[in-house]
């Protein structure tokens, strides 16, 4: 889901104002999320990027779906 300040500047807007908000909330959350900490472990560091980066991908296409 996303951030509530990014559903309060959605709140009203053309479809275009409302996809940029979201999916600026989705970028961020996304680029956050992938900001992980190196463990060591190659592989599980790369899933941990991974996870909220593929996370994001549908967060953003769900906004296109919505105001596209």
Same mark, same amino acid.
């Given at each position: ?13 053309? =479809?275009?104002?409302?996809? /940029?908000?979201?999916? =600026? ?5 996304? /680029? =956050?999320?992938?900001?992980?900490k190196?463990?060591?472990? #190659? ?5 941990? /990027? /991974? ?6 991908? #549908? ?10």
């Open positions: 889901t996303l951030c509530a300040a990014a559903a309060a500047a959605t709140a009203s807007g053309s =479809d275009a104002e409302k996809f /940029m908000a979201e999916n =600026d909330a989705a970028m961020t959350k996304m /680029m =956050d999320g992938m900001a992980v190196s463990s060591g472990d #190659i592989d599980a560091d790369f899933a941990a /990027m /991974m996870i909220p980066h593929h996370q994001g991908a #549908i967060d953003m296409a769900m906004s296109e779906l919505r105001h596209g």
